[in-house]
């Protein structure tokens, strides 16, 4: 499940995703740093777009991240993104389907 929110989204920018939902959590099974939100915004901030701009207005049922914390390139929520972030390993995984 590490990558799936990376694939999650990434779904904007690939035609290979236009029907691609997961409703990856329930209340309370969140991980560390996450909140479950039954109508979480889909541009959700990450380490790669953190002030996300453009966003549909839908709701997406799961897990989103604290309020201070980013979705890192594994799906983590947190504080610091660091500098280990690997874009395309992470995009090949989501079109080849392996998360």
């Excluded at 939100?37 to 453009?54: H, I, L, R």
């Excluded at 914390?69 to 660091?82: A, M």
Aim: net charge positive.
């Amino acid at each position: 499940m590490t990558v799936i929110y990376y694939c999650l989204a990434m779904k904007p920018y690939s035609s290979k995703f236009s029907n691609f939902y997961f409703i990856t959590a329930r209340l309370n099974q969140c991980d560390e740093n996450e909140v479950f939100d039954a109508c979480g915004s889909p541009c959700e901030p990450s380490c790669w777009d953190p002030f996300p701009q453009t966003c549909t207005f839908q709701c997406v049922i799961g897990c989103r991240c604290r309020n201070g914390f980013l979705r890192d390139y594994e799906g983590r929520c947190v504080r610091n993104c660091g500098r280990e972030f690997k874009p395309l390993s992470a995009i090949l995984g989501c079109l080849d389907r392996r998360y």
